[in-house]
């Protein structure tokens, strides 16, 4: 995989490949963990997909419903620099998947490769360079975002310098800096979810798994996280975005695949969708998919 880290600190701004790293085992230790400063990865080089699924399957046993096959078989890949939007309406199998892909489900079957590790031979790499965010992340409402966020910087294995750079960057981002020092229990929606992504990403992973969210935030909150993971693509991210929103998906997503049953019935751009499906809005290509599957 010929990829460079870009490492920047102040001004200075430093190449390393990735293949060299890996050799000296500086890698295998956990960039992120070891150079907190890093600042962004060059992929320019075009390494494999950062998420790569092969028939990923998960089943539930319950007791009422019998076998329940969440997730059927689900293959699909995903790029630095790349959004891959996974629409389905609710039991589709979306939390499932990326509950898998964060290493914390087992699959019943199929692989799923995430950063270059498996999930199930090597969950611990997988997390140190996966940021996932949950539909419902709690927060300790005693602390506030600052203490929280570090909190997570301190597991994820990061010393205080690298916590206090990374919350600067995250705040600015997110537009966080007028509750930073307020607790959480007192915060609105919005602000939790923000104090919740930034915690998600303090370790500044490659790969960015977010489960919905946008859900049940007002209109400037979204338009500010789209927003914020747009930046988050921008600086090589693989971002991996499931919702129910159809617009977000046109307006954000590289590649949006359309999940039902657990099975992953359509996938592609959306010009791509447009023209295979024959509807230009989004939502009537997801109905019609839909709806001849059941
Ligand atoms: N722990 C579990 N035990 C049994 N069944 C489960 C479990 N988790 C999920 N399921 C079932 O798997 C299916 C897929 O659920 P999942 O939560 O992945 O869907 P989703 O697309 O995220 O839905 P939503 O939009 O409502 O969040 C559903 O039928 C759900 O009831
Ligand atoms: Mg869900």
Avoid at 20 to 46: C, E, M, V
Avoid at 125 to 139: I, P, Y
Avoid at 168 to 196: I, N, P, Y
């Amino acid at each position: 995989m010929a990829t460079d880290l870009i490492w920047k600190s102040g001004k200075l701004e430093k190449t390393y490949n990735l293949n060299r790293l890996r050799t000296t085992g500086i890698f295998r230790a956990g960039p992120i963990l070891r150079f907190p400063d890093i600042h962004s990865i060059n992929y320019d080089n075009k390494p494999s997909s950062m998420i790569d699924t092969r028939e990923l399957t998960k089943s539930f046993r319950d007791k009422k419903r019998g076998e329940i096959r969440a997730v059927a078989g689900i293959s699909l890949r995903a790029s630095p620099g790349q959004i891959y939007g996974l629409l389905g309406a609710n039991g589709a199998g979306k939390t499932t998947m990326l509950r898998m892909l964060a290493t914390l489900l087992k699959p019943t079957s199929g692989t799923a490769i995430v950063a270059g590790y498996d999930v199930v031979q090597e969950p611990e790499k997988v997390r140190a360079n996966v940021g996932f965010l949950a539909a419902s992340t709690a927060l300790y409402g005693r602390l506030t975002a600052r203490e929280m966020i570090g909190y997570f910087g301190r597991l994820n294995g990061l010393d205080d310098g690298a916590i206090k750079t990374r919350i600067q960057v995250l705040a600015d981002q997110l537009e966080m800096h007028e509750f930073l020092d307020r607790r959480c229990e007192k915060f609105s929606t919005g602000m939790k979810q923000k104090t919740s992504i930034a915690r998600t990403l303090i370790h500044d992973p490659a790969v960015m798994i977010f489960d919905e969210p946008t859900l049940g935030l007002d209109v400037m909150t979204a338009r500010a996280i789209v927003k914020f993971v747009r930046e988050c693509k921008a600086r090589g991210k693989t971002v991996i975005y499931s919702t129910h929103v159809m617009s977000e998906v046109e307006k954000l997503c590289d590649t949006i695949g359309v999940i039902h049953d657990g099975r992953l019935l359509t996938e592609g751009s959306l010009s791509e969708l447009r023209e295979r499906h024959g509807e230009q809005d989004m939502e009537e290509i997801f109905v019609k998919v839909v709806e001849a599957k059941s």
